[in-house]
């Protein structure tokens, strides 16, 4: 169905939720958008360790503490997916229209020449089982971007990104379903890229943080550090290749992860190589995360 900008239908009720630990920088954020977005009350944050402090940010969501289990990187994602999609049934059970579940580092946001908010465009969608944005892994181009100030917006700091499958998820749930780990698809569902919307990732847009990250003595284990390495060359991809302007390609990215899928999941998104580095519009900053 077409997205209706003279809508005058009700709003929804929606919740989101993520799971964090020893990552305070990324909650306060994620609190701060989501709840303008969305209403601080509606939003669940679940802190993986018993002794994990709950952010300064964070007044006003819901706070649970959960026992950290030393677990791979592939083994816990498993863990942590299954108690969120119980904990999304359980937020369906309570009344609420969709529930979005992502990680802290995830920014899920409408193209501002839309002029509406997050809330307001969900409202307008017909979503029967699970939506998804197309993913744009945020990067650093070094030499032209400094480390992140905390006290801006990411999105004043950083204009380049990676068109990148693996964040285009299955983040928006309609109804009680499982969602895969990392929220990257919905068990025994297919997945619809809606038109203007955008998973931003922005956990490994700055050099510094991701050294700081590979010194974290609680991820030690070569699992956590092989994806930290593989991570890293987002900054990589944003610094040495030609960027496109995103609104050149943007449309085209959609079509393209909508018919490309991986053989050995056909319900999700693939993009066809090689990585595309695309320079975001300047419209973009004004989006506060």
């Known amino acids: 169905m077409p997205l209706d900008k003279t809508s005058n239908q ?42 994990q402090k709950i952010p300064h940010g964070a007044v006003g969501c819901t706070c649970t503490h959960w026992e950290h289990r030393d677990l791979s990187r592939s083994a816990g994602d498993k863990y942590r997916i299954g108690l969120l999609s119980d904990l999304a049934k359980r937020l369906f059970d309570e009344g609420y229209d969709l529930v979005i579940g992502c990680d802290a580092d995830e920014f899920l946001v409408v193209d501002p ?13 017909n979503i029967t089982s699970c939506a998804s944005a197309l993913g ?5 181009r070094l030499g032209e971007e400094s480390s992140l100030d905390s006290a801006r917006s990411i999105l004043q700091q950083r204009h380049f990104a990676v068109l ?3 964040y285009t998820k299955s983040v928006i749930l309609a ?35 991701i050294q700081l990250r590979q010194k974290d003595t609680t991820r030690t284990n070569d699992s956590w550090t092989a994806h930290l390495k593989r991570r890293a060359r ?41 990585n595309r580095v695309v320079q975001l519009p300047s419209r973009f900053e004004q989006i506060n995360i």
Request: glycine share 8%.
């Open 113 to 125: 020449r839309l002029g509406m908010g997050l809330r307001e465009y969900l409202s307008r969608w």
């Open 234 to 274: 987002t900054i990589y991809y944003t610094t040495h290749r030609k960027a496109i302007p995103a609104d050149q390609i943007l449309h085209k990215a959609r079509l393209w992860q909508t018919l490309c899928r991986p053989i050995y999941a056909l319900n999700k998104p693939k993009m066809p190589l090689p």
């Open 175 to 209: 109804r009680p379903l499982k969602w895969g780990s990392g929220f990257h698809r919905v068990k025994g569902h297919n997945y619809h890229i809606l038109p203007d919307l955008y998973l931003v990732h922005t956990g490994y847009c700055d050099w510094d943080r």
């Open 10 to 51: 009700a709003l929804l009720r929606i919740a989101a939720i993520t799971m964090a630990r020893n990552d305070e920088f990324f909650v306060n954020r994620w609190v701060q958008y989501y709840g303008r977005e969305l209403g601080v009350e509606h939003l669940y944050l679940y802190l993986d360790g018993l002794e």
């Open 164 to 166: 990148s499958a693996r």
């Open 136 to 140: 744009l892994d945020l990067g650093q």
